[in-house]
């Protein structure tokens, strides 16, 4: 339930539009509802201003498709992040609007309402293999309110592709960096720009990377100033960032 929607509730009450019994129907699950297996936080938009996230990593395919069965129709999209097909098949039987992205492994059940995307958001990546993490973060940038430009493959081994991006990064509000390797990416992005960097370590990387850890400390250790470091490989946790930056004035 959105604040708009509470609101609408409430007003309604007020008026005389909705009985006590009725407004007690429709708040049956605030905080949450309870799935024995899961409480879904209902609450969480009036809270925070964003619904809850369904982490698919962990969960059976049946768990993902009750969770998704009980989140979808409240007002607002759902998103499942590092969800698989199977999981995706069972969501189908109970939200057939549903999409599954492939590369950033994640579905999404789109609000019914159309809302009007707000420019801002940029993600880049330093590789072609750090794409399902920088598709992850632009996903959740999406459905959490912001339009995405996506510009990849532009890491500092050919300097002459960022720079060829120039223009696409001046504009942006706000910046996703992806990159694993040494992630020089990130501070050559924040030593050209005037607006926030969000920097996203891959686990992309040869021995001396160690999984990523040699991205994450370069990102924490960059000497340009305005940068953000998020988890190894968290491109949700940077969407979500990216797009509360950017939803503001």
């Known amino acids: 339930m959105t604040p708009a929607d509470l609101r609408q509730h409430l007003e309604a009450l007020q008026a005389g539009d909705l009985s006590v019994d009725q407004a007690l129907q429709l708040l049956r699950d605030l905080p949450y509802q309870d799935l024995g297996f899961a409480k879904l936080d209902h609450h969480r938009p009036l809270r925070t201003g964003a619904p809850e996230v369904v982490l698919g990593r962990g969960k059976t395919p049946e768990q993902v498709s009750k969770i998704v069965a009980a989140l979808a129709g409240r007002g607002h999209a759902v998103l499942v992040t590092r969800a698989e097909p199977a999981a995706y098949d069972l969501v189908l039987q109970h939200a057939p609007q549903a999409v599954f992205h492939p590369v950033a492994r994640t579905i999404v059940v789109p609000d019914a309402a159309s809302q009007e995307l707000r420019e801002g958001?940029?993600?880049?990546?330093?590789?072609?293999?750090?794409?399902?993490?920088?598709?992850?973060?632009?996903?959740?940038?999406?459905?959490?309110?912001?339009?995405?430009?996506?510009?990849?493959?532009?890491?500092?081994?050919?300097?002459?592709?960022?720079?060829?991006?120039?223009?696409?990064?001046?504009?942006?509000r706000v910046i996703v960096t992806v990159a694993g390797m040494e992630a020089a990416l990130t501070s050559v992005v924040a030593g050209l720009v005037s607006v926030p960097v969000v920097a996203v370590p891959t686990s992309v990387g040869y021995g001396a990377s160690f999984e990523g850890m040699a991205a994450l400390l370069g990102m924490l250790n960059s000497c340009a100033p305005g940068v953000a470091v998020v988890n190894i490989d968290n491109g949700f946790g940077a969407g979500y960032l990216a797009a509360q930056i950017n939803r503001r004035e």
């Open 121 to 172: 958001v940029l993600v880049l990546t330093g590789g072609t293999a750090d794409l399902p993490v920088a598709e992850e973060a632009a996903v959740t940038a999406e459905v959490m309110g912001s339009k995405v430009e996506r510009r990849y493959d532009v890491g500092v081994a050919g300097l002459h592709r960022l720079l060829d991006a120039l223009p696409a990064l001046q504009q942006a």
